[in-house]
């Protein structure tokens, strides 16, 4: 069965650098998403992207991250100047359609020291 | 925003004993889907009700939508030690854009050998 992946797994960086999470979602899948969860809390949604743009983004989406698809397969979130509140799992999503079960990844577990 | 309460935070069962969780919306839901993250994992989807009052079986698990679609429930007959983790519901039209997922904040699920 189809997956969608994510590398690293886990990254370290030190607060204030930059990182770049990637995730290869399913192929023929249209919206792709990354999720954030903090340890032990919800998993809650940072952003959305369909048709080459953002089509929603939260309140944490804020102008400390951006994504990018870079080729027809990639789709990396980035963070900078990192905070330590951003220690979290990160997860990214996809789906074919509007709407339907959305397929996550194992996530990159991001630890800001 | 829009929010989706979920009850209880944590459940903790003898093996054998029946489990069921319980959501709640403050709006109309157009549909409401359900997940499950194992410890350590990614969420992964077990099923979406779309209809007034329809009510969804998978082997032990039964799923339910509310008539007037603001909550759902899901049960677990008979739990085992596979069931443990988090379930999760989600609102899948949150923003009305590409929809990331809306999550409650889900019932841990510790199960008692």
């Known amino acids: 069965e189809p997956e969608v992946t994510q590398t690293p797994s886990h990254q370290v960086t030190q607060m204030g650098q930059e990182v770049i999470l990637r995730c290869v979602p399913i192929s023929n899948h249209l919206y792709f998403y990354w999720y954030r969860q903090i340890l032990g809390q919800k998993v809650e949604f940072l952003v959305s992207?369909?048709?080459?743009?953002?089509?929603?983004k939260s309140e944490i989406f804020d102008d400390q991250f951006s994504v990018e698809r870079p080729d027809g397969s990639n789709f990396t979130l980035k963070i900078r100047s990192t905070k330590l509140e951003d220690s979290a799992m990160y997860f990214c999503a996809s789906t074919g359609a509007r709407g339907q079960p959305q397929h996550f990844g194992d996530g990159t577990r991001l630890s800001i020291l | 925003g829009q929010q989706v309460m979920q009850i209880p935070q944590y459940q903790h069962v003898q093996e054998g004993e029946d489990f069921t969780t319980y959501c709640n919306s403050s709006?109309?839901?157009?549909?409401i889907q359900w997940y499950k993250q194992r410890p350590g994992g990614h969420p992964v989807f077990l099923i979406q009700l779309v209809k007034s009052g329809e009510v969804k079986k998978q082997k032990r698990l039964t799923f339910q939508f509310g008539e007037a679609k603001k909550n759902s429930s899901l049960h677990i007959t008979a739990t085992q030690t596979t069931d443990v983790g988090t379930y999760f519901c989600?609102?899948?039209?949150?923003?009305?854009?590409?929809?990331?997922?809306?999550f409650g904040k889900g019932t841990h699920l510790i199960i008692q050998p």
């Open positions: 992207f369909y048709n080459n743009e953002i089509s929603e």
């Open positions: 989600a609102d899948p039209y949150s923003g009305g854009g590409a929809d990331g997922l809306t």
């Open positions: 709006t109309t839901l157009s549909n």
